[in-house]
């Protein structure tokens, strides 16, 4: 099935993923983009993500053992993901359309799960950080023209925070929250990701009316029972950051270095990626996550 989804983020990167994909993962990434911005006529940034099995053919080839091999802007892995930095502020990512996942011996079709969390997210966050800003592990409501980001590591209760707030507020992110050095934040309004525990604080009739009960029994306790869509489009585009509460110690003093720690530790699996993008030289990171933190 022919995928193709356009959308911004923080006003400064756009994202194009295109290619071919099953159904499902059609309907996933419709389902997970659909309250993002439209295309930025002048990005700072452009991340293009393609599902295809057509490998680019390279000249003057560096090995990287088995891992993968790179020229002077392409970067392939074994797996058949590749990197093409196209230009300063174009980076192109190839994703098969069958990938090896987890612990599983087998090839399976490409999720869209695979292409959100393990691809454009992760990219996202190193390419934000080249924009002045930075992905914060932690939900967010914006309220009264300010945000409030409430930051913490997995299980802390940053869904279960805002899911009090959901019927009242304006939710702005559930697990990752755009701030930059100047102090706004963004919205990132991917639906909420509900596990079995955060099921009591919903709406009964929803709970029923979705079957999540059920649902929750048959679903391994790794992945969401079910994706709550956030309930419109944000109102504003950014808005001045009010507060950010350190769930698991609110007394820190030290928020840009606990933020860092927590995002470094989210995405450890992605650290790999990192370090060939870096070493082939088809992208490196200027800036961190304390870096943009400490300027606030």
Known sequence: MKL????SLAQRINIEISGQATKDCVKFLNNIYENFEKKL???DYTLKVIVTDKIPKINKVVSLGKDAYYNENT???NSGHFFIRENDKTLTVGIPFRVKRGRIPFKRNTSGRHITDEIVEPLTNLILLNCDAAFVHASSIYSNGKADILMGWRGTGKTNAILKDFESKDIWSDD????DSNGFVYPYLRPIRLYAYNLALLNKK???DHKLNFKSKITPPWRPVHYLPLKKKASVKKAELRSITYLNNPDTKNIAEDAEDIMIFEQSFFEHYKIMLQHSGIFSVKKSVKEILNNL
């Open 176 to 179: 990752l929250a755009i701030i």
């Open 206 to 208: 929803y709970i029923k």
């Open 4 to 7: 193709t989804k356009d959308f």
């Open 41 to 43: 006529d002048n990005p």
């Open 75 to 77: 970067l392939i892995l």
